[in-house]
């Protein structure tokens, strides 16, 4: 039996409310499981607490496989908390439906001018915005955004679909609603702003006035581990609950979401699951992406190559977990706390968060997407200690990891596929060098990647030639090992 409105087995908690009293109040695009077991879980709660305004209408802006999952379910899921050998399982009720862009965008752009509907979501990674690294303005080349502009009553890319929607409310004398990016970006409202009028002022500069007279664009902090669900998970989960689950997501007991407190009309009561509201998110942001995202990555590039499947497998190796240590002591150089956030504490609850073995967050699915992830991550910390004229050791491997990891052959010569909207860049660039100074130097005139300026610093372009040279000669272990065995004899 699938889980769904008509069967739900005792053991699960369930929505305790009325689901059909529930009424469409967000739209989210970019469906995945991050949002299930984050926004979808704070919206939860408001509609627990009685508020039945807030119900969400999820959209894919790619692949069906979501919407066939949810849709059979009335789009009814389980969220799985795992600590250690703990686990708590919950049915969350917020999502209606799943609607799938490709298949039907008009579909999706009524749901999103519906007068009820206040706020739209997303989570469509970095490479959804369509955004030069460069210049931070919408790719007006890119072929996507192209044929959006050609054809704007059957969109496909956020920014056309968004636009599409804010126009027809526009024509029916409705407000536009509050666009929320919850995407792991610096300025992350900011960046989809830019996005969204860059579009607006290329297909009608009247919108675009609209727009931003009367929108809303408020950045946002969120974090929380999600893995991804295996084959396994499901059928545990249904051999435990006696139903199968096929939107089942799994995640830890943290979750934070820090959000400027800027909308354009009414929002869901995301306080009551513990959001917090500020004026300023940037400095929570920056703490995130350097600190947790930073690390990640860095375990994720240098974990993977050493052979670790998982980020706690790698932090059981002691070299590894001093290595993130002294990287982080290298990134929370250049963080300033904001009034809440006590660093020290931060750092302690990553890593026991990093240690949850039951989360089991696969190495290979945080490499995925690295040439969009690496410069808010990593690269902008060394341009700030650069700066300063501060070494960056832990950051020169980390960023070196990355390069190897473009190679697409492990340390044993199995090959594995890179999975990046610039893998054929990086694989070519890789292979042009010898040595890894050759390698690093042809990667780093990648602009897309390490923008104008680091290529034009013989110190990074060094010091990353000089690390990936290490990681070709003795692999990722030993080079940590040795790295390590240096800063203790400093």
Partial sequence: MRISDTYLPKGLKSPAYDRRLVRTGQVHLGVGAFHRAHQAIYTEACLAAGDLRWGIVGASLRSPQVAEQLNSQNGLYSCLVRDGAESQASVIGAIQKILVAPQNPAALIEAMADKNVHVVTLTITEKGYHLDPATGALQMQDPAIVADLARPNAPTTAPGLLIAALAARRARGLTPFTALSCDNLPDNGGRLKQAVLDFARAQDPALADWIERHGAFP?????????????????????????????????????????????????????????????????????????????????????????????????ANPAFERFVDLLQDEAQSTLTA??????????????????????????????????????????????????????????????????????????????????????????????????????ATSLCSLEAVFGPRLPKEPRFVDAVGAALDALLQQGARASVEALVQKEAAL
Wanted: hydrophobic share 40%; with cysteine.
């Fill in 219 to 315: 950045a946002s902090m969120v974090d929380r581990i999600v893995p991804a669900t295996t084959p396994d998970d499901l059928t545990q989960f249904e051999a435990k609950f006696g139903v199968q689950d096929l939107g089942l997501v799994k995640t830890e007991p943290f979750s934070q979401w820090v959000i400027e407190d800027h909308f354009a009309g009414e929002r869901p009561q995301w306080e009551l699951a513990g959001a917090q509201l500020t004026q300023d998110v940037a400095p929570w942001e920056m703490a995130k992406l350097r600190l947790l995202n930073g690390g990640h990555s860095a375990l994720a590039y240098l974990g993977g190559l050493a052979g670790y499947q998982t980020i706690d497998q790698v932090l």
């Fill in 338 to 439: 904001p009034p809440g956030l006590n660093l020290a504490s931060y750092r302690t609850d990553l890593k026991r968060r990093f240690k949850n073995a039951a989360l089991m967050h696969k190495t290979y699915q945080i490499a995925m997407d690295g040439s969009q992830k690496l410069p808010q991550r990593l690269l902008a910390t060394i341009e700030k200690r650069m700066s300063r004229g501060q070494d960056f050791a832990c950051l020169a491997l980390a960023v070196a990891g990355w390069m190897r990891w473009q190679g697409a052959v492990d340390e044993k010569g199995q090959p594995y596929e890179v999975q990046d909207p610039l893998a054929a860049e990086t694989r070519a660039h890789y292979y042009k060098g010898q040595t890894g100074f050759e390698k």
